[in-house]
């Protein structure tokens, strides 16, 4: 008996106990923490493996996953001790590369990050916003730790800067709207979330407002019952788009968060969402359609109506930019392929062929075009007077795929040649964020009986693998 008792008293002990926190409350879980009082890291000893990478589902309209993202190499990272290694001081560890000269092209700093992986990535003026999977939004300045601010209800799949606003897209398919304190600017603070409760509320109340999802289940159309796959504002920063898994994209008027309209856009998820010039709106979907949607006002009312469809393939479209002028549109696809149109006309100009696997991401800036792509390298594409293109670079650094792409123009004006150099951001499912300086190159249109040469590679993973192992302890770092 005494046994028994005994027994049952070691059971009592090890039961944990449940936690009182509401894990559902937004209001409780979203929160603005300092660089310097940020969450804890936990020991990798306690650490869970992460689920399967649920994002690739939607290059694949069967659902079906690239094994190239199972057995990805970021699966095989060092693994460092969270009390002893310095990289581990702080979710995030910045260490400069090489001190960059006038003309140098080539991998300035790498963010490498313990928390998760990198989906999205925004940057404006001195600052660079970035989402990952830990469900932080990190704030960067000077390539830096400068702020940042947290919700535990989906991992940051998109975010967008509108002025003192920044908008995020959430894999529980809402929008968090965030904003500085004016009396300290490291304070974020969320102001909205989209749709918001009211809004909600009384769209409930009229069965009008509600539309078929799934076989048998419906919803309130302005709710994206699906994670958030992209955003994108208009010229004028008036609207925004934001595309969902959920086969839908909403538009979204920025002065009031009002959800203005639904469009039920594709057969299969989006992936992409971008708005153009002249009133365009473009979305690419895992059904392989590249679609043209046109904005027209009607008084108070914008309404948006379908135009055409640039690609109808079997491809999935993985990733849409246009250029900041509005001439090109460039779309992304599973196949590696990016395929380029002219703006005006819309008029198919050519296919870009620099990648094995999917290209995840794109970015412009002036003539250049940035890919980044699951094979883990990221092109970097110049165009001339003539709209004839040449790969210029392919950079070479990540150890998973490439996911997401910021990029700006060099804040001090560097120059190469007479040409202003960019600054490149990269964010990877390798856990880390990259930055890259790279110069355009004069291209003379007149040339056309030359063959391009070849792009120069620039291999960043072999000296960020030693900048790693020389972070480790000795009694690591023997073991690598």
Known sequence: MKNVMRRIMQLIRIIPRKSSKNIDSDDEDDH?????????????????????LSDTDSLFGDGSRCNSYQQSSYDRLPIMSAQTSPLLNSPWSSYVEVAPTENYVGLLTSLVREEGHIYSLAATADLLYTGSSSKNIRIWKHHMEYSGFKSHSGLVKAIVVAGDRIFT??????????????KDPKDYKKIATLP????VLKKSLRLKNYTEVRRKHSAIWIKHFDAI??????DDHTLLYSGSWDKTMKVWRVSDFKCLESISAHDDVINAVVAGAHGYVFSGSADGTLKVWRKESHGKRTKHYFSQSLLKQEFAVTSLVVTPAGKVVYAGCSDGVVHY???????HGGVLRGHKLAVLCLAASGYMVFSGSADRNICVWQSDERGRHRCLYVLNGHTGPVKCLAVEKE???GECGGASTRI????????????????P????????????????????????????HNKLPPHQQKKQ
């Open 341 to 347: 149109w002219e703006h005006e006309k819309l008029i």
């Open 196 to 199: 918001d409760f009211q809004s």
């Open 411 to 413: 804040a001090r004006e």
């Open 32 to 52: 603005f923490y300092d660089a310097q009082q940020e969450p804890s890291v936990n020991n990798h000893r306690n650490h869970q493996p992460l689920p399967p």
């Open 424 to 439: 490149l951001y990269s964010g990877s499912l390798d856990k880390s964020v990259k930055i890259w300086r790279v110069c």
């Open 229 to 234: 796959s992209s955003m994108s504002l208009n």
């Open 169 to 182: 897209g959430h894999q529980d398919g809402k929008i968090r709207v965030w904003r500085a304190s004016r």
């Open 441 to 468: 190159q004069m291209l003379n249109a007149d040339n056309q009986h030359l063959p391009p040469p070849s792009p120069q590679r620039i291999d960043g993973l072999r000296r960020s693998r030693v900048e790693i």
